[in-house]
């Protein structure tokens, strides 16, 4: 990562890879990958992969844990070694377990939990290919591996980055689904997730410097995008349950 | 956040009273407690701080050494911030390696710090590629009553801003602490205003058991009147002008939170 | 080998099945699943091969550091083979450090490209005693269902194969992954053919179900039609003759499997 | 520390830092100074702090350590990163270990365990500044802190150091407190503790290179420094239960 | 480490201690070298030194490793840290683990575990002294401690390695109970148990290159030498009898 | 000290024999168990024993390699002493990281080197702020009845007073174990001596039975007929006068425990 910073992210409303700000990336989703999850999906931002899986409910070890009125949602998030730059250690660090508890939270709002009193819904968000925005990727796919599973659900959760990149002059402009030039040399990188349905922010956690317009204006943009990923979940359950229903 | 369990009566006490403006103790709901910071506080360690916050109390410390610079960044310095939620301050800190609570209180001090450009790690090179300063923060809490974010980060910016550089000669490759006299370069100041929601009020500054009955926090970092750092935590959601609320009001505290970091 | 228990009735079809040398999924017993590779599937590894054998698929991935030597071989790189069985792929393995069975299955597929001299360490050396290639081989299953060891050792030998160098400066120590063209250093492939103990019967490539079916366990590492590497598991024994019967048609499969790896 | 060795720790009957052989440091005693705990107590020898709380009794997990007849007595010594000269890694390592086991024994001693089957009663020992002594102030502290949570106790632990200096000439000296240098630089470092009621040493540890005469000499007086300790805690639990009880 | 390749490993029939191809070293067996255990073995071949002690059967931690039907069989294989070369460092590391499991399994398959449902009996093998073949000869002792402890059994387990060396032109042949510098720097290393009587292989790893029929004529001899292992066992199982029926 | 529970009846047996003058196995309150050293006993060491105190056995040996010294002293080497309580040798030990049993007999034992002066390690430098010998003496014990402290001390000095150094050539970094010759250095020889508190009477040497029926402990280490290192250990408390009693004792017992060492 000695790299340079570039001279600009954006120019003439353009992004490096051609994109407008309001733009995300070619998305693709597959349902079922792991077939001996309970549930899973693969979504691919860009040139990020993440793949989920659901695991339960099931019993929950140990026993400390257990919540008598409802399941516990756990989340583990984790990186593929050779899903970045330079090897990753196996293994969750700081980061890994501050990501796995936001997500979990996000999560345990749109899961009916109080169906399974004493139990463990468990998610599995692996990085395959890291390349910005994993975190909102995955939790794309632990949204819709959930549903695989069948798990009673409030809503979906419908998960981008936003932030501010900078052109020739230096000037900043909000775009959205950050790719990883942007998010290396960028001036804001905000992690975001809504439940369309609820009218609910789920994930929230900025990195940067904007200002609360800059903000406002990021967020508009975002949850205009939101809604396309909504659809987009939507229609790959659909096409898994009318699949599965053959 | 704490799976301390609160009674179903404390818990609508609490909630009347947010939904009334008027808490349990007496604030309103944009109103911090009384905040007091006391610097200079540990001679071992090159900058200290206690902040008291009602009943919740910090202490940071800074400790500088000399270290190798990391591969990828040959002429920077190392700024760390960690957390240590020892269980002597709340019968539910459990001993041991951080938990997720520890791991997520720590990463958001120290993103604020980062993020705002606090401290410029270039300033923090000795010899390109081969010494650099390591700046550690570890913060305590002393007693915890909630909002251990807007504490830490304020002792930890005071303990920062009151510390002093020790000495380093490059030949003999000795440290030496005594007589120091420089401050530690810093570029500016940051501080973090932490909401609960409650019902679907948003209050600052809330208390651990106003914490309890809340189903989701926000905390923000602000320097110079911009948002530099963000989490949201708990398992309920905000609604978009709950966000762009509390967003308001942090910018407006930020000056109140200044005054007291000199 | 893993403690998911089947039931009664399963084992006994399973077994009635491999006596009557047609197994479940219609496999005669010296027969492999279907096997598909693909390879170049992760831009940010050095090399990475995904195989599908069957239900079992399992994705590896070569990074390729600098490092320094071990002391007692100033002059070699070095080679490190690592499983990972993440707890996304089945819903008997936990997360933590690796277990005897994820250490197991890592060491045996090391062993085979160890010992079938795959690579020559020495011709990862850059500068004796100062600074040599770190190659690290990771696999991940993907889906669990039997047979990991002769999975992953094919997609460790396929994403080598594929693996291309970095470059590295001397004197700026800058490790280059741009425009990467040479492939890695290898002198031979090696592949591997595990056999269950089902009965009296030993039969290739398991799925789960036959291994839970199964009272013991043969892998065999084959380069050139020599044996590189053996690893017998299991509770059960074998005879003299089931391993003897293994081995040879260990070599026989070897050259099917070779057929896969470019 | 790597200062020269001084050429003397004692001359003319007078430490480096004025005192007589026989005195302790200024000692200070703050009751009651982290509310959230059941009783807790700071205790400052001259440039050492240390901060002790209690919990409990409360219930003792895991299981295997339970004991069905008595409460278990735990302790856990640590010390803040920032106490000492160089930063400490966070957490016990191997010193901490010894120290925790040892002021564990000697307040169970004390501690009427008795009352309390099958529980625990955690005594968190944070040393806050370093300069020598940390254990024994932090087991006056944690006495304090056992009688502030209102566990019955059979006697007070009264703890000091002693060791020995030496002069200008190199002749030793029998002194009672040692503060940093006398620690670093001196021919001996003794960790003790007495329950004066009991007529009991309840921690003795050594490092050094004494005669047994000079040992005797030192423990005589500590033990009288010791009483005068003793009777410094029985104030100090004397003003924390009137405050309490206006 | 840095030593130079031998020119041979045999020469004109003789191996560089002077042994045979199909000779084992000097083998001797020392029973209940631990009193405290409930059996125990030590087992030397040649410089090769391990000790095995038996524990149980015994009360089965953690709960979830229980096995209701049978007794579990856990072994832990470790290595003194002065037992090597270069010092290793205390506990066990990834070999550990893996011979730990293989050895556990050779040991399940002779011990008549269903007599003690839901409980474990631990077997430590410890390696005092390493000249190759350690894990082979620490099977030796696990089986004769097991014998001792009075754990019902099918049959001992007898167990050595063969390999493949290199004559002075550099032709192959195989060897029984490779010593350190054939293991070093032969051409297969193989670690090998049978259980005589129930005519069954219950340990096989292999290191090396070897062909189809070099394999096939190590096993033959290594069949032949567990023979005389088989006797050696029996011999001493029976002056150990003797003995404590005295 | 351990938790294994002996019964009652045992109990007032061990307590009434103390009284009595006649321990259980015949000793008198001050006597010890037959002490019985062998050296040289494991090739591979630098330096190693096995000291048989009646049926309690501890095996020691010293490795001694080369390293860079700490930052604080670079020209003295490192002397490192530590125990193992392998699960191998009693039913109460556990696998796993040394517990606290564990930890303060390694402290203890080496507190007593190291105050005792055994090892100058400025002795051990090989070539200042480059390279030193570190010393590493652990002990195991191989038979658990009681006194570790004693056996330990013992066993670790015997090592090391028959260990040889390697040799090390600075150029080519190469250490060398062939044809060791020299002496490790050392200046003194240390002792220590364990006491029991059992009813009101110190009895030296205790065995493990002892051990548990006992309230208090007290290891004295010595050199020279000087004190150089001290521990309590136990629930209980000792008087001035046991002390005392003790400490004499301790002197009086170190001439006839460094006969066994030569």
């Known amino acids: 990562m000695g790299d340079e910073k570039p001279k600009f992210l954006i120019k003439g409303g353009k992004r490096l890879d051609g994109r407008k700000p309001e733009d995300v990336r070619p998305i693709q989703i597959k349902m079922g990958v792991v077939p001996n999850a309970d549930g899973s999906a693969e979504v691919i931002f860009g040139k990020t992969r993440v793949i989920a899986t659901v695991y339960g409910p099931r019993e929950l070890h140990p026993r400390h844990q257990v919540i008598n009125e409802r399941a516990r949602v756990r989340v583990r998030y984790d990186m593929m070694t050779f899903s970045v730059e330079d090897r990753k250690r196996p293994g969750p660090g700081r980061r890994e377990t501050e990501i796995s508890k936001v997500l979990a939270e996000a999560l345990t709002r749109v899961v009916i939990t109080e169906k399974y009193p004493t139990r463990a819904i468990d998610v599995f968000v692996t990085v395959v290919q890291a390349d910005a925005s994993t975190r909102v990727a995955g939790l794309n796919a632990a949204s819709l591996a959930l549903a695989d599973a069948g798990i009673p659900m409030r809503d979906l959760v419908v998960s981008l980055s936003f932030g501010k990149s900078y052109d020739e002059k230096g000037q900043g402009h909000m775009v959205v689904d950050l790719e990883k030039e942007e998010d290396n040399w960028g001036m804001g990188d905000i992690a975001y997730a809504v439940a369309p349905a609820l009218g609910e922010v789920l994930l929230l956690q900025m990195d940067g410097d904007v200002t609360l317009e800059e903000f406002k204006k990021g967020k508009t943009m975002a949850d205009k995008a939101a809604l396309e990923i909504y659809e987009m979940q939507k229609r790959a359950l659909k096409a898994r349950y009318e699949e599965g229903s053959k | ?262």
Chains 1, 4, 5 share one sequence.
Not at chain 2, 48 to 73: E, H, L, Q, W, Y
Request: aromatic share 4%; charged share 25%; proline share 3%.
């Open chain 2, 1 to 262: 956040m704490i799976s301390e369990i609160i009674s179903n009566l404390e818990l609508s006490e609490i909630r009347d009273a947010v939904e009334a403006n008027k808490r349990l103790d007496g604030r309103k709901n944009d109103e911090f407690r009384d905040i007091k910071i006391e610097t200079g506080v540990i001679a071992k360690a090159e900058g200290s701080a206690v902040v008291t916050m009602g009943k919740s109390k910090v202490i940071a410390g800074v400790k500088i050494s000399v270290g190798t610079p990391f591969n990828d960044r040959p002429n920077e310095g190392v700024l760390m911030v960690n957390a240590e939620l020892s269980p002597m301050a709340h019968n539910t800190f459990e001993a041991g390696r951080p938990g997720e609570v520890a791991v997520e209180l720590a990463r958001v001090v120290d993103r604020s710090i980062r993020e705002a450009g606090v401290m410029d790690t270039k300033k923090l090179c000795i010899e390109a590629g081969e010494a650099v300063w390591i700046v550690n923060i570890d913060f305590y809490p002393l007693n915890a009553d909630g909002n251990l974010f807007d504490a830490g980060t304020l002792a930890a910016m005071a303990a920062l801003k009151t510390a002093k550089m020790p000495t380093y000669d490059k030949e003999t490759k000795i440290l030496n602490r005594e007589n120091m006299k420089n401050a530690v370069p810093m570029d500016c100041t940051v501080v973090a205003s932490t909401f609960a929601k409650i019902g679907d009020k948003m209050v600052v500054d809330p208390t651990m058991h106003e914490e309890y009955a809340s189903v989701a926090r926000l905390t923000v970092g602000i320097r110079d009147g911009n948002i530099v750092a963000l989490q949201k935590g708990g398992n309920g959601g905000l609604t978009s002008e709950q966000i762009d609320d509390a967003l308001t009001r942090a910018i407006k505290h930020s000056k109140n939170l200044l005054k007291h970091i000199k």
